[in-house]
Antibody, heavy 125, light 113 residues
Framework: QLQLQESGPGLAKPSETLSLTCTVSGGSVSSDNNYWGWIRQPPGKGLEWIGNIHYSGSTYYNPSLKSRVSISVDTSNNQFSLNLSSVSAADTAVYHC?????????????????WGQGILVTVSS | DIVMTQSPDSLAVSLGERATIDCKSSQSVLYSSNNKNYLAWYQQKPGQPPKVLIYWASTRESGVPDRFSGSGSGADFTLTISSLQAEDVAVYYCHQYYRPPYTFGQGTKLEIK
């Protein structure tokens, strides 16, 4: 059974870079042409898609965050990572990683399943 | 961006009664070449990540009780719980995967009346 687990600091300072890792178990980040994504949820609020990466390394990001986001994949450790630069209090959120199965017609991602439990990152000095 | 708008924001339903949540997209999420609606529904319980219930607007995920159903096409969709159970208390989100940036509805909080 595929499982995802986020890890990283729970606290980031304003203007610094937030770095998180998602470790995949019960499957491989290289298998089945899957996409791997990051989604965040500010406390008490809704869901915002951050970006996806294909195991080949191709990425696409939410334009609202594109200038600050970088997602990479590490196939040797079965992980993928998120870097978000120049953070502010508005970036305080629970950050989830998730898998998305590619669509055979568009070759883009589809729904997210499964999700990691999520990690709360607070941006504060 | 495709904006997803859910209604209502919150809903209180008696046990055993029907619950209905609507989701409208700012443009159609129906892909004409395969006639599929690129829409999913998720359930999120407190302290847990979202869990997919429905994809392709009406296909129930394996293991999801058959009291959950999805309907609609184009830009108007509905999630129906036919007979509300206590364990269905959660926030429900719709999600379009038609085109990036992928977007979610604001969520509908479902409670017991």
């Amino acid at each position: 059974q595929l499982q995802l687990q986020e890890s990283g600091p729970g606290l980031a300072k304003p203007s610094e870079t937030l770095s998180l890792t998602c470790t995949v178990s019960g499957g491989s980040v290289s298998s089945d042409n899957n996409y791997w994504g990051w989604i965040r949820q500010p406390p008490g609020k809704g869901l915002e898609w951050i970006g996806n990466i294909h195991y080949s390394g191709s990425t696409y990001y939410n334009p609202s965050l594109k200038s600050r986001v970088s997602i990479s994949v590490d196939t040797s450790n079965n992980q993928f990572s998120l870097n978000l630069s120049s953070v502010s209090a508005a970036d305080t959120a629970v950050y989830h990683c998730a898998k998305s199965t590619p669509n055979s017609e568009t070759y883009l991602s589809t729904w997210f399943d499964p999700w990691g439990q999520g990690i709360l990152v607070t941006v504060s000095s | 961006d495709i904006v997803m708008t859910q209604s209502p924001d919150s809903l209180a339903v008696s046990l055993g009664e029907r619950a209905t949540i609507d989701c409208k997209s700012s443009q159609s999420v129906l892909y004409s070449s395969n006639n599929k609606n690129y829409l999913a529904w998720y359930q999120q319980k407190p302290g847990q990540p979202p869990k997919v219930l429905i994809y392709w607007a009406s296909t129930r995920e394996s293991g999801v009780p058959d009291r959950f159903s999805g309907s609609g096409s184009g830009a108007d969709f509905t999630l129906t719980i036919s007979s509300l159970q206590a364990e269905d208390v959660a926030v429900y989100y719709c999600h379009q995967y038609y085109r990036p940036p992928y977007t979610f509805g604001q969520g509908t909080k479902l409670e017991i009346k």
